[in-house]
C-alpha cells in the first residue's frame, strides 16, 4: 500500500471520525486507572482486533486472525492523563492527594472529576474540587468531595473538547491525540503484523512501559520496529519550524535510535511524507523499548498539553495518522531484523 495515494482517504476519516476523537479526549482515565478509555478503544476495534489487558501494565490489540509471535511492527502511545489519586480523609469532605503533570496552582479554579480506580463505567464519575490549605510551614493541595474515597479515588480535569475547522482544544491532547493517530493508522494499513499498543501510564511511572516492554522481548520473536508517538509541547520542543509531526531523535538528553531514524527520515522523504526532526527537553516512553526492537519517537507538538484546555491542530493529527502509517509501510518492507 502507498500510504500517498491515500492521503485523501485519511483525511476523510479524520473528518468523518471526529466524535471518536471527541469521546476519548474528554474520558477521564488517569494513573493505571484506564478501563474507561480502553472499553471505548476496544468498542471501537472489536470487530477488527483482538485484545490483551494486563492490569497496571497496558492493552495490546492485534488483528484477528493473527498471533504475536507474527508482530513485526508496534504503534505504541501511552492512555493517562495528568491528574491525582487520593489519599487520607483528612476530617469532613476533605482529602490529602498525591499529584502529578503540573504544579497545584495548575488544579484549582478549574472544574474537576473524579471516578474509582476500578471502574469502567463514564457513568460513575463525579465532582471533585480541589483547594490550597496553608499549615504555617507549607501548602498542601487537597481534595474536596462528598464521594471520594482514600486510595480510590483518582482524578483530573472535567472539560469537554471543541473541534472547529482549524483546532482541537480540551484536555488529555497529550495523549490522546496520537492515540487517535494510531487507531487510525493501524486500520488504514489493515497489516496482520502490525499490533496496537497502549501503555496505562507515563506521566506518573515507566513500570507500566517497562512491563510491556518485557511482555514484548518474551513474546513477539519478530518483532523489529517499535513507534512510539507522544504530544510534547511545542515549547519543550528544540529546532522545528513546523508544527507538523516530527521524528525525535534524542528526549532529554538520550538518542533515540538516531542512524535508525535518520534512515526512515530519508525514506519517508524519498515518499513526499511531510514532517519535521527534533529533539525535546522532555523525555517519553520510548527509551524503555530500545532495548527490545528499533525504536523511533514521533512527536506530534501541543500547545498548553498539561493544562486544562491544550490545544492542537487538526492537520497536525491528519499528519500524524499518515506518519505512522509511512513508517510502519517502509519498516515492513524492509528486511532487516531486530536486534
Known amino acids: 500500500m502507498n500510504c500517498m495515494r491515500h492521503a485523501s ?38 470487530k477488527t482486533h483482538s485484545s490483551r489487558i494486563v492490569e497496571d501494565g497496558f492493552c495490546l490489540f492485534i488483528g484477528k486472525g493473527s498471533s504475536l509471535s507474527r508482530i513485526k511492527i508496534l504503534i505504541v502511545c501511552h492512555l493517562d492523563e495528568i491528574g491525582g489519586y487520593v489519599t487520607a480523609h483528612m476530617g469532613g469532605d476533605k482529602f490529602g492527594t498525591e499529584y502529578w503533570g503540573n504544579t497545584a496552582d495548575v488544579f484549582l479554579n478549574t472544574r474537576l472529576a473524579g471516578f474509582d480506580y476500578l471502574s469502567g463505567d463514564v457513568k460513575s464519575v463525579f465532582p471533585v474540587s480541589s483547594i490550597i490549605e496553608n499549615n504555617g510551614t507549607r501548602e ?60 496505562m501510564a507515563e506521566e506518573c511511572s515507566v513500570i507500566p512501559a517497562r512491563k510491556a516492554a518485557v511482555f514484548c522481548q518474551k513474546h513477539m520473536k519478530n518483532l523489529s520496529v517499535v513507534i512510539n508517538a507522544d504530544v510534547p509541547d511545542i515549547g519543550k520542543m528544540r529546532g522545528i519550524e513546523t508544527e507538523l509531526p516530527c521524528i525525535r531523535l534524542m528526549e532529554k538528553g538520550s ?85
Not at 291 to 310: D, F, Q, W
Request: net charge positive; with cysteine; aromatic share 10%.
Open 9 to 46: 482517504f485519511i483525511i476523510m476519516i479524520c473528518m468523518t471520525d471526529m466524535d471518536f476523537l471527541k469521546q476519548i479526549t474528554e474520558v477521564p482515565s488517569v494513573g493505571t486507572a484506564c478501563l474507561p478509555i480502553i472499553r471505548i478503544i476496544e468498542n471501537r476495534l472489536f
Open 255 to 339: 538518542f533515540i535510535d538516531p542512524f535508525f531514524g535518520l534512515s526512515i527520515a530519508d525514506a519517508l522523504t524519498a515518499k513526499n511524507l511531510k514532517f519535521g526532526l527534533t529533539y525535546s527537553m522532555s523525555a517519553s516512553q520510548t527509551i524503555h523499548f530500545s532495548p527490545v526492537a528499533k525504536t523511533v519517537s514521533i512527536a506530534l507538538p501541543g500547545y498548553s498539553t498539561h493544562r486544562p484546555r491544550g490545544r492542537i491542530r487538526k492537520q497536525s493529527i491528519e499528519s500524524c495518522i499518515e506518519l505512522c502509517a509511512g513508517i510502519a509501510e517502509i519498516c515492513l518492507k524492509r528486511t532487516s531484523k531486530k536486534y
Open 140 to 199: 498542601t493541595l487537597l481534595i474536596t468531595g462528598k464521594e471520594c474515597r482514600p486510595f480510590r479515588t483518582v482524578w483530573t480535569f472535567d472539560e469537554k473538547t471543541g473541534i472547529d475547522s482549524e483546532w482541537v482544544e480540551g484536555k488529555a491532547i497529550d495523549p490522546r491525540a496520537t492515540v487517535y493517530a494510531a487507531i487510525q493508522a493501524a486500520c488504514l494499513l489493515k497489516e496482520k503484523t502490525v499490533g496496537l499498543l497502549f501503555v
